[in-house]
């Protein structure tokens, strides 16, 4: 299986791509990045079959429409988002297939009511958008965010992972890359076991963030899948 980790530095996103036989799934790509990520899928001599979305991002514009123009890929994110033009509305216990790997889709809500996280299917790896970040977890001020649905996410969800079960976040602000079910559950400042949920509700009730830069241009944006123009 190939799997490369992408970085979008202007939005600290990162981008996942997984392939398998020739075909490819494309987690979070990010619009500014639609070349580089084209290009590279080209290079390997893969078909990309899916942008997989984990959530409609308030930080930047999905690549999904421009990869769906170029290399005419397929759009899915989660039916709770109603975004227009999406190939595939997904639902929690869902399945994406590519080459003979899949990822499962599991509902991850509380960063935005209609967050996805995908896990591979031997539970080796899991793509968690912004449910779990590094030490960290998503804000839940907007977007009908909400502090216990996060909190049980990460508990069900997530928690109930293999503690080996690598990370992957969709952002991260400080430098690290990819962290584990075992890592987060004893050092998440937030979230970790240690933590109740009265702990965690009043810790993002007081987070205090600026709102993201571009979030009038992209939520709408994203709400139809990075379709910008014409
Ligand atoms: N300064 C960034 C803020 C980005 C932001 O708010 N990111 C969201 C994810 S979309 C978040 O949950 N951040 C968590 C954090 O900053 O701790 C911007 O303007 O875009
Ligand atoms: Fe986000």
């Not at 990010?30 to 899916?50: F, K, N, P, S």
């Not at 930080?59 to 595939?88: F, M, N, P, V, Y």
């Not at 502090?147 to 992972?161: C, D, G, P, Q, T």
Request: with cysteine; proline share 3%; charged share 25%.
């Amino acid at each position: 299986m190939i799997f490369r980790q992408l970085f979008d530095p202007a939005s600290s996103t990162y981008t996942y791509l997984l392939a398998d036989s020739g075909e490819a799934v494309l987690i979070d790509p990010v619009l500014e990045q639609a070349d580089r990520d084209a290009v590279l899928i080209g290079e390997l001599g893969l078909m990309l079959l899916w942008t997989l979305e984990t959530h409609v991002h308030a930080d930047h514009i999905t690549g999904g429409w421009a990869l769906k123009e170029r290399l005419g890929s397929r759009i899915a994110l989660s039916a709770a988002a109603q975004a227009a033009g999406a190939d595939r509305a997904l639902h929690d216990g869902d399945s994406i297939q590519f080459g003979s790997r899949f990822v499962e889709v599991r509902s991850t809500p509380g960063h935005t009511a209609s967050c996805l996280t995908y896990v591979l299917d031997d539970r080796s790896i899991a793509f968690t958008g912004d449910c779990v970040l590094i030490r960290g977890c998503g804000r839940t001020d907007f977007q009908d965010g909400s502090s216990a649905h996060l909190y049980e996410s990460v508990r069900e969800k997530i928690f109930s992972l293999p503690d080996t079960c690598l990370l992957y976040p969709g952002h991260d602000y400080r430098g690290f890359t990819a962290t584990s079910v075992r890592e987060e559950k004893a050092h998440n400042p937030r979230l970790g076991l240690a933590r109740s949920e009265q702990d965690f509700a009043e810790c993002m009730a007081n987070l205090k963030l600026a709102y993201p830069k571009k979030i009038d241009i992209a939520v709408p944006a994203n709400l139809r899948c990075g379709r910008t123009a014409g």
